[in-house]
């Protein structure tokens, strides 16, 4: 991953699932990756996860999650799952959040900060309609890496 278009056309490939990560690759490959603007983030967003194994990997998948949805830098649905028939809902047990430019690994970069939980993602650009995110939750042992995929 020597150049920028290298590391994100491998993080590219790994939320394609075209392959699987190697152990210890996910947190170099965020690094390498350039910020993301909070104003960048409106709209909805389809999400997924590089490490089903992880326990707020399976808590997502339990919750059915589908993604994120950013109305404005003040106004986040951090939880968008799905219904029994398919259909989208905001999942309010977590509460909102809002996004901000935060400092994590030396970059300045959009992030998404809850309300009312130690919690806070990531992001950054892998193009402009795909973004990786980073949750940095106060307590857990592992960062979750995550990705989002923007909706039309």
Do not use: Q
């Not at 919750?63 to 259909?87: E, I, M, S």
């Amino acid at each position: 991953m020597s150049t920028s278009v290298s590391t994100e056309s491998r993080a590219l490939a790994l939320v394609l699932g075209e392959e699987r990560p190697s152990p210890g690759e996910l947190a170099p490959l965020f690094r390498a990756l350039p910020p993301v603007a909070v104003a960048d983030l409106t709209g909805l967003w389809r999400g997924g996860v590089f490490d089903h194994e992880d326990r707020m990997a399976r808590l997502l998948t339990r919750l059915r999650w589908y993604g994120k949805r950013f109305h404005d830098a003040d106004d986040v649905d951090p939880l968008v799952c799905r219904t029994d028939d398919g259909g989208l809902y905001t999942y309010d047990g977590m509460g909102s959040a809002r996004l901000r430019e935060v400092v994590f690994d030396g970059v300045a970069s959009a992030a998404m900060i809850y309300d009312g939980r130690p919690i806070i993602d990531h992001f950054r650009r892998i193009s402009p309609d795909v973004v990786m995110g980073a949750m940095d939750a106060k307590g857990e042992a592992s960062v979750l890496y995550f990705h989002l995929t923007r909706e039309p």
